[in-house]
């Protein structure tokens, strides 16, 4: 089975973006969902935006307004537009993909860092 490689983390100053890209390094089952999740170091890894083979979405709160999620299908790969980062939104963010079976896939994760 392919694993997910994520790119496009790195370290950024308040008010700026960043955009982040996950796809399968090799074969993997039938996606339905992808998305992206975050965690910081003792906390729970949480949801940050995904969206469905059809195209609907849906975000945390924290995140709406500024966060942008898309996905090209014929390539299985997940996209997040990330604008007016704020250093709230430092942590590592993993992404995920899940089939209608329930089978998933995590990647890496890649750091994102938004500091002055």
């Known amino acids: 089975q392919g694993q997910l490689v994520e790119s496009g983390g790195g370290l950024v100053q308040p008010g700026e973006s960043l955009r982040l890209s996950c796809a399968p390094s090799?074969?993997?089952?039938?996606?339905?969902?992808m998305g992206w999740y975050r965690q910081v170091p003792g906390k729970q890894r949480e949801l940050v935006a995904d969206i469905t083979h059809g195209g609907s979405t849906m975000y945390a709160d924290s995140v709406k307004g500024r966060f942008t999620i898309s996905r090209d299908n014929a390539k299985d790969t997940v996209y997040l537009q990330m604008n007016n980062l704020k250093p709230e939104d430092t942590a590592v963010y993993y992404c995920h993909a899940e089939s209608l079976q329930g089978v998933a896939a995590w990647g890496q994760g890649t750091q994102v860092t938004v500091s002055s």
């Open positions: 090799g074969s993997i089952f039938s996606i339905y969902a």
